[in-house]
């Protein structure tokens, strides 16, 4: 129980420190990149690209800013902040497109039958199936937390305060877990329940790390910038007060 407590105890300084907006965008990149990965852009035997991944690596970019200032075991506990509330919004898109309705679409088909086959398909996007969901929360807890301890070690041996520091280990970690994080789910839901054999999960796990890491690295400066100016302004400090008075 006093482990409990201390760890809400930590949970509690920490969402009051680490700056809202970022939280925000994190927890709405998880959501809205889970409602956009089935939509595909490209399909081939062995390479598959969904809008998803125009996404995804937002909430890595935010991992990484956190886990600079704030250290890998916060950055950790706001992804698992992230998965809780995508969870519960899959919940609620579920429970209310069991609900009798139409969606705008549906006035806008030619005939009835052309709306229902709409809505239906409406319905089933954002009424994930169970499998889908489970897949991408496993998915994302272990490549969060291999980013985000990964980059913590990379900063210990790399980062000496310039944006050269931070791209290296935003980088390198991001490559890393997001092909945990592609290859993860790819087993768990595309080979188990679509049929995907391993090459086809392996070949796109690599595929889908690459256009998520140039994302990341485009936008690496900006990521730069937002957690320097943590450091200069001491965001957060009293989080960080709170860590060593503890360690």
């Given at each position: 129980?006093?482990?409990?407590?201390?760890?809400m105890?930590?949970?509690?300084?920490?969402?009051?420190?680490?700056?809202?907006?970022?939280?925000?965008?994190?927890?709405?990149?998880?959501?809205?990149?889970?409602?956009?990965?089935?939509?595909?852009?490209?399909?081939?035997?062995?390479?598959?690209?969904?809008?998803?991944?125009?996404?995804s690596?937002?909430?890595?970019?935010?991992m990484?800013?956190?886990?600079?200032?704030?250290?890998?075991?916060?950055?950790?506990?706001?992804?698992l902040?992230?998965?809780?509330?995508?969870?519960?919004?899959?919940?609620?898109?579920?429970?209310?497109v069991?609900?009798?309705?139409?969606?705008?679409?549906?006035?806008?088909?030619?005939d009835?039958?052309?709306?229902?086959?709409?809505n239906?398909?409406?319905d089933?996007?954002?009424g994930?199936?169970?499998?889908?969901?489970?897949?991408?929360?496993?998915?994302?807890?272990?490549?969060?937390?291999?980013?985000?301890?990964?980059?913590?070690?990379?900063?210990?041996?790399?980062?000496?305060?310039?944006?050269?520091?931070f791209?290296?280990?935003?980088l390198?970690?991001?490559?890393?877990?997001?092909?945990?994080?592609?290859?993860?789910?790819?087993?768990?839901?595309?080979?188990?329940?679509?049929?995907?054999?391993?090459?086809?999960?392996?070949?796109?796990?690599?595929?889908s790390?690459?256009?998520?890491?140039?994302?990341?690295?485009?936008?690496?400066?900006?990521?730069?910038?937002?957690?320097?100016?943590?450091?200069?302004?001491?965001?957060?400090?009293?989080?960080?007060?709170?860590?060593?008075?503890?360690?």
């Open positions: 129980m006093n482990t409990l407590k201390k760890e105890e930590d949970y509690r300084i920490l969402l009051r420190n680490v700056p809202s907006m970022v939280v925000s965008v994190f927890i709405l990149s998880v959501v809205c990149m889970n409602l956009l990965a089935g939509r595909e852009l490209y399909r081939s035997d062995y390479f598959c690209i969904n809008t998803g991944l125009a996404l690596w937002i909430s890595f970019l935010c990484d800013c956190i886990c600079k200032r704030f250290g890998a075991k916060a950055s950790i506990k706001i992804s902040l992230a998965i809780a509330v995508n969870i519960i919004s899959v919940i609620m898109f579920k429970l209310l069991m609900t009798p309705g139409h969606w705008a679409a549906y006035y806008s088909a030619p009835p039958m052309v709306g229902e086959y709409i239906a398909g409406i089933s996007t954002f994930s199936a169970w499998y889908v969901v489970m897949g991408s929360a496993i998915a994302m807890l272990l490549s969060s937390t291999v980013n985000s301890l990964l980059n913590q070690l990379i900063g210990r041996l790399a980062d000496h305060g310039g944006y050269k520091g791209a290296s280990r935003s390198i970690s991001t490559c890393v877990a997001q092909w945990v994080d592609n290859f993860v789910f790819s087993a768990l839901v595309s080979h188990v329940f679509f049929g995907w054999n391993w090459t086809q999960v392996i070949i796109c796990s690599t595929t790390m690459i256009i998520e890491l140039v994302f990341e690295a485009a936008f690496s400066p900006l990521g730069y910038r937002v957690s320097d100016s943590w450091t200069r302004n001491s965001v957060g400090q009293r989080y960080l007060d709170h860590i060593n008075a503890n360690a």
